[in-house]
Protein backbone atom coordinates (compact mmCIF):
# COMPACT_ATOMS: atom_id res chain seq x y z
CA UNK A 1 0.00 0.00 0.00
CA UNK A 2 1.55 3.77 -1.23
CA UNK A 3 0.79 6.44 2.01
CA UNK A 4 0.05 9.61 -0.15
CA UNK A 5 0.68 13.27 2.23
CA UNK A 6 -0.06 16.61 0.45
CA UNK A 7 1.38 19.56 2.57
CA UNK A 8 1.81 22.98 1.57
CA UNK A 9 2.79 26.68 3.13
CA UNK A 10 4.87 27.05 5.58
CA UNK A 11 2.32 26.40 8.45
CA UNK A 12 4.27 24.91 10.64
CA UNK A 13 1.54 22.28 12.29
CA UNK A 14 0.69 21.26 9.05
CA UNK A 15 4.18 20.08 8.88
CA UNK A 16 4.52 18.41 12.31
CA UNK A 17 0.89 16.92 12.21
CA UNK A 18 2.18 14.94 8.78
CA UNK A 19 5.31 13.66 10.35
CA UNK A 20 2.81 12.40 13.23
CA UNK A 21 0.81 10.90 10.75
CA UNK A 22 3.53 9.15 9.52
CA UNK A 23 4.91 7.65 12.42
CA UNK A 24 1.59 5.98 13.67
CA UNK A 25 2.21 4.39 10.20
CA UNK A 26 5.58 3.50 10.91
CA UNK A 27 4.76 1.69 13.52
CA UNK A 28 3.34 -1.06 11.54
CA UNK A 29 5.54 -1.27 8.87
CA UNK A 30 4.81 -4.29 7.05
CA UNK A 31 2.65 -3.96 4.35
CA UNK A 32 3.70 -0.51 3.64
CA UNK A 33 5.23 0.15 -0.45
CA UNK A 34 5.92 3.21 -0.03
CA UNK A 35 5.45 6.82 1.38
CA UNK A 36 5.07 9.67 -0.56
CA UNK A 37 4.80 13.40 0.15
CA UNK A 38 4.04 16.12 -1.97
CA UNK A 39 5.51 19.43 -0.97
CA UNK A 40 6.69 22.99 -1.58
CA UNK A 41 8.98 22.11 1.92
CA UNK A 42 10.84 19.44 1.43
CA UNK A 43 12.92 20.66 4.59
CA UNK A 44 10.46 19.35 7.25
CA UNK A 45 10.71 15.33 6.25
CA UNK A 46 14.96 15.48 5.92
CA UNK A 47 15.46 13.62 9.21
CA UNK A 48 12.64 11.01 8.18
CA UNK A 49 15.36 10.27 5.71
CA UNK A 50 14.61 6.28 3.43
CA UNK A 51 11.05 6.37 5.43
CA UNK A 52 9.40 8.23 2.77
CA UNK A 53 10.03 9.44 -0.63
CA UNK A 54 9.44 13.18 -1.07
CA UNK A 55 8.15 14.95 -4.50
CA UNK A 56 9.13 18.38 -4.21
CA UNK A 57 6.66 20.31 -6.02
CA UNK A 58 7.43 23.43 -8.24
CA UNK A 59 5.29 26.22 -9.19
CA UNK A 60 4.75 25.13 -13.24
CA UNK A 61 3.75 21.78 -11.63
CA UNK A 62 1.42 23.05 -9.81
CA UNK A 63 -0.12 24.96 -11.85
CA UNK A 64 -0.68 22.27 -14.10
CA UNK A 65 -2.26 20.33 -11.40
CA UNK A 66 -4.64 22.73 -10.79
CA UNK A 67 -5.95 22.71 -14.55
CA UNK A 68 -7.73 25.30 -16.58
CA UNK A 69 -9.91 26.64 -13.97
CA UNK A 70 -7.10 27.35 -11.85
CA UNK A 71 -8.45 25.23 -8.52
CA UNK A 72 -6.21 24.70 -6.05
CA UNK A 73 -7.68 21.33 -4.77
CA UNK A 74 -7.87 19.60 -7.92
CA UNK A 75 -4.54 19.09 -7.10
CA UNK A 76 -5.19 16.13 -4.87
CA UNK A 77 -6.73 14.42 -7.48
CA UNK A 78 -3.70 14.53 -9.72
CA UNK A 79 -1.09 13.42 -6.51
CA UNK A 80 -3.50 10.41 -6.58
CA UNK A 81 -3.08 10.12 -10.47
CA UNK A 82 0.53 10.85 -10.31
CA UNK A 83 1.24 7.94 -7.29
CA UNK A 84 -1.02 5.61 -9.37
CA UNK A 85 1.34 5.61 -12.45
CA UNK A 86 4.25 5.02 -10.33
CA UNK A 87 3.21 1.46 -9.09
CA UNK A 88 -0.13 0.88 -10.72
CA UNK A 89 -0.49 -2.38 -9.02
CA UNK A 90 -0.33 -1.03 -5.57
CA UNK A 91 -3.49 0.70 -3.73
CA UNK A 92 -3.16 4.03 -2.75
CA UNK A 93 -4.10 5.54 0.88
CA UNK A 94 -4.26 9.26 0.63
CA UNK A 95 -4.51 11.03 4.28
CA UNK A 96 -4.96 14.80 5.36
CA UNK A 97 -2.35 15.67 7.89
CA UNK A 98 -4.95 15.50 10.57
CA UNK A 99 -4.90 11.74 10.55
CA UNK A 100 -3.50 9.19 12.48
CA UNK A 101 -3.58 5.36 12.23
CA UNK A 102 -5.34 3.83 15.75
CA UNK A 103 -7.16 0.34 13.68
CA UNK A 104 -5.72 -2.09 11.87
CA UNK A 105 -3.30 -1.43 8.89
CA UNK A 106 -3.50 -5.15 7.96
CA UNK A 107 -7.14 -4.83 7.46
CA UNK A 108 -7.65 -1.98 6.06
CA UNK A 109 -4.98 -2.52 3.61
CA UNK A 110 -6.30 -6.45 2.69
CA UNK A 111 -9.78 -4.53 2.31
CA UNK A 112 -7.91 -2.46 -0.16
CA UNK A 113 -6.71 -5.36 -2.20
CA UNK A 114 -10.14 -6.81 -2.67
CA UNK A 115 -11.36 -4.19 -4.22
CA UNK A 116 -12.50 -1.89 -1.33
CA UNK A 117 -12.27 1.79 -1.92
CA UNK A 118 -12.42 4.24 1.53
CA UNK A 119 -13.58 7.83 2.54
CA UNK A 120 -13.26 8.83 6.25
CA UNK A 121 -16.79 8.76 6.84
CA UNK A 122 -20.32 9.45 5.02
CA UNK A 123 -21.26 13.25 5.62
CA UNK A 124 -24.57 12.64 3.99
CA UNK A 125 -26.69 12.57 0.92
CA UNK A 126 -25.58 16.11 -0.79
CA UNK A 127 -29.42 16.80 -1.43
CA UNK A 128 -30.32 16.52 2.53
CA UNK A 129 -27.12 18.24 3.76
CA UNK A 130 -27.62 21.55 5.78
CA UNK A 131 -25.38 24.02 5.03
CA UNK A 132 -25.42 27.06 2.98
CA UNK A 133 -22.29 25.80 0.10
CA UNK A 134 -23.96 22.39 0.03
CA UNK A 135 -27.52 23.61 -0.60
CA UNK A 136 -26.32 25.97 -3.05
CA UNK A 137 -24.70 23.21 -4.78
CA UNK A 138 -27.42 21.01 -4.66
CA UNK A 139 -29.31 23.96 -6.22
CA UNK A 140 -26.57 24.14 -8.89
CA UNK A 141 -26.13 20.03 -9.90
CA UNK A 142 -29.90 18.73 -9.79
CA UNK A 143 -30.61 16.88 -12.32
CA UNK A 144 -26.84 17.33 -14.52
CA UNK A 145 -24.22 15.20 -15.06
CA UNK A 146 -20.60 15.64 -14.70
CA UNK A 147 -17.77 13.23 -15.99
CA UNK A 148 -21.08 11.39 -17.69
CA UNK A 149 -22.25 10.40 -14.56
CA UNK A 150 -26.17 11.82 -13.78
CA UNK A 151 -26.33 13.13 -10.22
CA UNK A 152 -29.07 11.83 -8.20
CA UNK A 153 -30.67 12.53 -4.64
CA UNK A 154 -28.34 9.53 -3.65
CA UNK A 155 -25.47 10.52 -4.45
CA UNK A 156 -23.17 10.62 -0.87
CA UNK A 157 -21.22 12.89 0.38
CA UNK A 158 -17.81 11.60 1.77
CA UNK A 159 -15.87 13.54 3.86
CA UNK A 160 -12.42 13.40 1.87
CA UNK A 161 -9.80 13.43 4.78
CA UNK A 162 -8.84 9.78 3.64
CA UNK A 163 -8.63 8.24 0.52
CA UNK A 164 -8.45 4.35 -0.31
CA UNK A 165 -8.46 3.38 -3.71
CA UNK A 166 -7.98 -0.09 -4.79
CA UNK A 167 -4.88 -1.13 -7.82
CA UNK A 168 -7.60 -2.69 -9.77
CA UNK A 169 -9.73 0.38 -11.95
CA UNK A 170 -7.83 2.45 -9.34
CA UNK A 171 -6.48 5.17 -12.64
CA UNK A 172 -10.14 4.86 -13.93
CA UNK A 173 -11.58 6.22 -10.90
CA UNK A 174 -9.11 8.59 -10.52
CA UNK A 175 -9.32 9.62 -14.22
CA UNK A 176 -13.29 9.88 -13.20
CA UNK A 177 -12.73 11.55 -10.54
CA UNK A 178 -11.47 14.17 -13.08
CA UNK A 179 -13.71 14.89 -15.25
CA UNK A 180 -16.48 15.26 -12.78
CA UNK A 181 -13.90 18.13 -11.16
CA UNK A 182 -13.53 19.44 -14.35
CA UNK A 183 -17.35 19.56 -15.37
CA UNK A 184 -17.90 20.95 -11.67
CA UNK A 185 -15.53 23.73 -11.94
CA UNK A 186 -17.06 24.08 -15.88
CA UNK A 187 -20.36 25.00 -14.60
CA UNK A 188 -18.77 27.56 -11.84
CA UNK A 189 -20.47 25.05 -9.09
CA UNK A 190 -19.89 26.93 -5.99
CA UNK A 191 -15.79 25.53 -5.16
CA UNK A 192 -15.24 25.17 -1.82
CA UNK A 193 -16.48 21.31 -2.09
CA UNK A 194 -15.36 20.41 -5.58
CA UNK A 195 -12.66 17.41 -5.34
CA UNK A 196 -14.00 15.83 -2.21
CA UNK A 197 -17.70 15.59 -4.34
CA UNK A 198 -16.06 14.38 -7.12
CA UNK A 199 -13.93 11.65 -5.55
CA UNK A 200 -17.24 10.88 -3.75
CA UNK A 201 -19.03 10.31 -6.98
CA UNK A 202 -16.29 8.80 -8.83
CA UNK A 203 -15.42 6.45 -6.25
CA UNK A 204 -18.80 5.19 -5.61
CA UNK A 205 -19.74 4.74 -9.00
CA UNK A 206 -16.77 2.55 -9.55
CA UNK A 207 -15.83 0.69 -6.34
CA UNK A 208 -18.60 1.28 -3.94
CA UNK A 209 -17.80 3.31 -0.57
CA UNK A 210 -16.71 1.83 2.56
CA UNK A 211 -16.12 4.22 5.58
CA UNK A 212 -12.16 4.63 7.23
CA UNK A 213 -13.18 5.81 10.53
CA UNK A 214 -13.14 2.14 12.01
CA UNK A 215 -8.94 2.70 10.81
CA UNK A 216 -8.08 6.21 10.97
CA UNK A 217 -8.61 9.44 13.75
CA UNK A 218 -9.07 12.21 11.61
CA UNK A 219 -9.49 15.37 14.24
CA UNK A 220 -10.12 18.11 11.99
CA UNK A 221 -12.71 19.58 14.45
CA UNK A 222 -10.53 19.78 16.87
CA UNK A 223 -6.95 20.46 15.56
CA UNK A 224 -5.51 23.14 18.49
CA UNK A 225 -5.93 20.07 21.56
CA UNK A 226 -4.20 17.20 19.07
CA UNK A 227 -1.43 20.18 18.13
CA UNK A 228 -0.75 20.46 21.56
CA UNK A 229 -0.42 17.15 22.02
CA UNK A 230 1.82 16.50 19.06
CA UNK A 231 4.01 19.27 19.41
CA UNK A 232 5.23 18.03 23.22
CA UNK A 233 5.51 14.10 21.41
CA UNK A 234 7.65 15.80 19.18
CA UNK A 235 10.04 18.01 21.21
CA UNK A 236 10.45 15.17 23.24
CA UNK A 237 11.54 13.30 20.03
CA UNK A 238 13.76 16.32 19.13
CA UNK A 239 15.52 16.61 22.83
CA UNK A 240 16.17 13.34 23.44
CA UNK A 241 17.60 12.78 20.05
CA UNK A 242 15.37 9.11 19.34
CA UNK A 243 16.03 7.80 15.93
CA UNK A 244 12.61 7.46 13.57
CA UNK A 245 12.49 4.00 14.67
CA UNK A 246 12.31 4.89 18.08
CA UNK A 247 9.62 7.66 17.33
CA UNK A 248 7.55 5.16 15.99
CA UNK A 249 7.70 2.62 19.00
CA UNK A 250 7.73 5.32 21.17
CA UNK A 251 3.71 5.95 19.91
CA UNK A 252 2.94 2.54 21.75
CA UNK A 253 3.15 4.36 24.94
CA UNK A 254 0.86 7.53 23.19
CA UNK A 255 -2.09 8.13 24.68
CA UNK A 256 -4.44 8.33 21.81
CA UNK A 257 -7.53 8.83 23.74
CA UNK A 258 -6.30 11.86 25.98
CA UNK A 259 -8.52 14.34 23.91
CA UNK A 260 -11.47 13.62 21.22
CA UNK A 261 -11.29 13.52 17.80
CA UNK A 262 -14.42 15.40 17.39
CA UNK A 263 -15.41 18.51 19.36
CA UNK A 264 -17.51 20.84 17.37
CA UNK A 265 -18.06 24.08 18.79
CA UNK A 266 -21.37 26.50 18.32
CA UNK A 267 -19.96 29.60 16.40
CA UNK A 268 -21.56 32.02 18.61
CA UNK A 269 -18.88 30.71 21.12
CA UNK A 270 -16.08 32.12 18.66
CA UNK A 271 -17.71 35.13 18.23
CA UNK A 272 -18.21 35.62 22.16
CA UNK A 273 -14.65 35.11 22.67
CA UNK A 274 -13.40 37.28 19.80
CA UNK A 275 -15.57 39.88 21.84
CA UNK A 276 -14.26 39.13 25.17
CA UNK A 277 -10.70 39.82 23.38
CA UNK A 278 -12.04 42.95 22.00
CA UNK A 279 -13.44 44.23 25.46
CA UNK A 280 -10.89 42.98 27.80
CA UNK A 281 -6.90 43.67 26.24
CA UNK A 282 -4.31 42.32 27.74
CA UNK A 283 -3.11 44.71 30.56
CA UNK A 284 0.22 45.06 29.50
CA UNK A 285 2.83 43.88 26.55
CA UNK A 286 6.09 44.58 26.71
CA UNK A 287 8.75 43.57 24.22
CA UNK A 288 12.94 43.56 24.06
CA UNK A 289 13.83 46.69 24.30
CA UNK A 290 10.79 48.69 25.16
CA UNK A 291 11.21 50.89 27.83
CA UNK A 292 11.34 49.50 31.39
CA UNK A 293 7.86 48.25 32.75
CA UNK A 294 6.42 50.38 36.02
CA UNK A 295 7.47 49.16 38.99
CA UNK A 296 5.46 46.45 40.23
CA UNK A 297 4.18 45.51 36.72
CA UNK A 298 1.46 48.06 37.25
Known amino acids: MNLLYLVFGSNIKN ?6 SILSFLKHRAGLTSITIVTDAPAYYQHLGGAVTVHPIDEPTLQEWKGEFNFFWRI ?40 MAFMHEPEGRLSALG ?7 WRQTQGQA ?16 VVGIPA ?20 H ?12 VALAETFGLQAARPHIGHYWSNKDEWNELIAAFLLESHLTRRT ?21 MKNTRYRLEKLVGRLFPPKQVVFIGDADSPAGGQ
Open 15 to 20: HFQANF
Open 76 to 115: KIKALEYVARQQPDVPILYLDTDTFLHGSLPALEAALRSG
Open 131 to 137: SKTEKLM
Open 146 to 161: YGGVALTEQHVMWNAG
Open 168 to 187: ARGAEAIALALRICDDLSRQ
Open 189 to 200: VTPRLIEQFALS
Open 244 to 264: VAQEAAALADFDFRAVPVVKK
